[in-house]
């Protein structure tokens, strides 16, 4: 006997939008790695990450209460904690300017959460295509 998996429509279309959002962010990051851009700066202020994050606000409510939910909440939330970290580490890097470290903490904190962006993203992308939500945060 063969098993039929039927998909709904909606889910699939659902599905195609957020590897678009997942190229979209991996785009921006891709811009800041071999551009002019840091990888952290363009994955926050580059037109692909911002239009990956309006798309994800639309999709949202396509994808309520199913395993996509969990994809659309790992991108906003990827998106969200990268900027408020970003700016927590230039608060702290800009007075130690004067001490001389943040010279250095300001590029090494901004290559870290770029490090971390990379990984959240090819982490989502991947599982998104093998079908699978992501853990719950």
């Not at 063969?2 to 195609?16: A, E, F, K, W, Y």
Request: charged fraction near 10%; hydrophobic fraction near 55%; glycine fraction near 10%.
């Amino acid at each position: 006997m063969n098993d039929v998996i039927i998909q709904d429509d909606g889910l699939n279309s659902s599905t195609r939008m957020l590897h678009i959002i997942y190229g979209l962010h991996a785009l921006g990051l891709g811009l800041g790695a071999f551009g002019a851009a840091t990888v952290l700066g363009s994955f926050l202020f580059g037109w692909p990450s911002i239009i990956a994050v309006v798309l994800s606000y639309i999709e949202r409510s396509k994808v309520e209460n199913t395993w996509l939910s969990s994809h659309i909440d790992w991108v906003i939330r990827t998106f969200w904690i990268a900027l408020i970290w970003s700016l927590v580490v230039l608060v702290v890097s800009i007075p130690l300017m004067a001490l001389l470290v943040g010279f250095a903490t300001l590029p090494l904190g901004m290559f870290l959460l770029g490090v971390w962006a990379i990984y959240r993203i090819a982490r989502g992308w991947l599982r998104l295509k093998d079908g699978q939500p992501m853990p719950a945060e």
